[in-house]
């Protein structure tokens, strides 16, 4: 729990898999942005319909076992297919194999997010109950600490990402 307090705590749920669901822009902003410039816009309305379609099915069978939570977990699984096919059209782009892509893409974000995850494990007990604007702050250095932390893990585990990093500093030296 945080700072809001407890009256928030059926939240977290939601919060959790709204969070979930864009876990994986990485994939979905460039390869939306991908499908325009070849200009394949039908591939784009067939995945938003398609999604629209999973997402409002997805509640209409699922409130009455969810309630509320229902709307997030849709979400969820509505991005998770979205993301499914931006990834097979991407793959196809570049003409690139799956493992290709989880060795070079994925693999080197496990460790940091893997620190990401423990560092936040250990410092929730930590976070205040009470609402207040210095535990707000509190809180959200939790976060920014542990995000920055995991930011510079990844930039000792990627290769490809330090590369970029370097380039885009000298650029700017």
């Known amino acids: 729990m945080s700072w809001v307090g407890e009256d928030y705590l059926v939240?977290?749920?939601?919060?959790?898999?709204?969070?979930?669901?864009?876990?994986?822009?990485?994939?979905?902003?460039?390869?939306?942005?991908?499908?325009?410039?070849?200009?394949?816009?039908?591939d784009?309305?067939?995945?938003?319909?398609?999604?629209?379609?999973?997402?409002?099915?997805?509640?209409?069978?699922?409130i009455k076992y969810w309630e509320v939570d229902s709307f997030?977990?849709?979400?969820?699984?509505?991005?998770?297919?979205?993301?499914?096919y931006f990834l097979y059209i991407a793959l196809k782009v570049m003409k690139?194999?799956?493992?290709?892509?989880?060795?070079?893409?994925?693999?080197?974000?496990?460790?940091?997010?893997?620190v990401l995850v423990t560092i936040i494990h250990f410092l929730i007990p930590t976070i205040p109950f009470q609402k207040g604007v210095l535990n707000f702050i509190y809180t959200i250095s939790i976060g920014g600490f542990a995000s920055v932390l995991s930011l510079v893990t990844y930039y000792a585990c990627s290769s490809e990402f330090r590369l970029m990093v370097n380039s885009q500093a000298n650029k700017l030296s």
């Open 11 to 42: 939240a977290t749920n939601i919060v959790f898999f709204l969070t979930l669901s864009r876990l994986f822009t990485f994939i979905q902003t460039p390869t939306s942005s991908l499908i325009k410039a070849l200009e394949r816009i039908k």
């Open 72 to 84: 997030a977990i849709m979400k969820f699984v509505s991005f998770a297919l979205a993301n499914s």
């Open 96 to 114: 690139a194999n799956l493992k290709t892509y989880l060795n070079k893409i994925v693999t080197p974000f496990i460790f940091p997010f893997l």
């Open 44 to 62: 784009l309305y067939l995945v938003n319909s398609i999604m629209a379609i999973v997402y409002w099915a997805g509640i209409l069978v699922t």
